[in-house]
């Protein structure tokens, strides 16, 4: 059990992986009322419905978050493997910030924070990372404009940390250029999964061929372009990626789960909305007529295939 000066507590097992949080609960008048987390315990989920906000939890000052972690320790005997993968952690919530950025180093990643949009995207500026974790509320700069900021220059992968995940906001998330979102409260188990699927999918470059067609799609590997009749459309890494996945498969069905585990890299942890949105959003780039797709076409009950 480590405990926090923000009123956390994160209850550990031998190599120092998370498996609880406990946060005392405010004063009350007849003395101090203790609340107690269940073991499947989830970050992020106290909002107020007036402002979007998490309350009620302190700041962690910097002495109680110093020091050597039991996961550190165990990465040095050889315990746990290192992940050579560098994060930037953009969260306003104290708490939130602090106990996620623990689960993090406890999986072995190189953690950086910042505590709003702007101090995040001059970190960004200044540092070379391999992922960039964003809250969608931020203050100063919103997390949407981070990410546009940040696509304008990188294709390094976003993940969006939200307490809103209406299909519409999925949407927005990723027309900013998010390559994922995990919807708050989340557990640190199923982030650290997302985490190293985003990081994973980022390096499954080598070994591709130089090019592919679908119908008037010229679809260069080697450059991550795509051009139709000669004009090049812009699309994400995660919309590139899945319009690779789909003409390397032409006329073959492909289902929803077997989308998310060979895009997202996962299967269990994902939410079917994010492949319906995701390929709304091709069909709008790559589509004569979105309306009337020809090239991507809807199985029903089956999944999407492309056409020969």
């Known amino acids: 059990m480590r405990r926090l000066a923000s009123g956390l507590a994160i209850a550990t097992d031998p190599i120092g992986r998370p498996t609880a949080v406990r946060r005392t609960a405010a004063r009350r008048r007849a003395g101090e009322a203790i609340a107690t987390r269940p073991p499947a315990a989830r ?21 109680a978050c110093s020091g050597p972690t039991p996961a550190a320790d165990a990465r040095a005997a050889g315990i746990l493997p290192r992940v050579d993968a560098r994060i930037l952690l953009v969260e ?6 602090e106990v996620t950025a623990i689960g993090l180093r406890n999986a072995g990643f190189d953690v950086d924070t ?23 509320m931020l203050p100063r700069l919103d997390g949407l404009e981070v990410c546009r900021a940040i696509r304008r220059v990188s294709t390094v992968p976003v993940v969006m940390l939200t307490a809103r995940a209406d299909t519409i906001d999925v949407v927005v998330g990723l027309e900013a250029g998010a390559d994922d979102y995990v ?21 499954r470059e080598a070994g591709d061929p130089d090019a592919l067609r679908l119908g008037p799609l010229e679809i260069d590997l080697a450059g991550r372009t795509v051009r139709r009749d ?11 990626d899945l319009l690779v996945e789909l003409a390397r498969n032409a ?5 929803r789960d077997v989308l998310l ?14 492949v319906d949105v995701a390929i709304q959003r091709l069909r709008s780039k790559v589509e004569a007529d979105p309306a009337a797709p020809e090239l991507i076409q809807t199985v029903r009950g089956a ?4 056409a020969r």
Do not use: H, N
């Open 43 to 63: 970050i992020g989920g106290r909002v107020t419905a007036a402002r979007g906000r998490r309350t009620g939890i302190r700041s962690c000052p910097a002495s």
């Open 92 to 97: 306003d919530d104290p708490s939130i910030r």
């Open 114 to 136: 910042a505590a709003d949009g702007q101090a995040g995207l001059d970190r960004f500026r200044a540092e070379r990372y391999d992922l960039i974790l964003l809250d969608v």
């Open 183 to 203: 919807k708050k409260p989340f557990e640190v188990p199923e982030l650290v999964a997302r985490v190293r699927a985003a990081i994973r999918r980022a390096g």
């Open 230 to 240: 000669g004009t090049e459309i812009a699309l994400t890494r995660t919309e590139f």
């Open 251 to 255: 006329g073959r069905v492909l289902s």
């Open 261 to 274: 585990d060979r895009i997202w890299g996962y299967d269990y942890l994902g939410d079917s909305r994010l």
């Open 303 to 306: 999944g999407y295939k492309a």
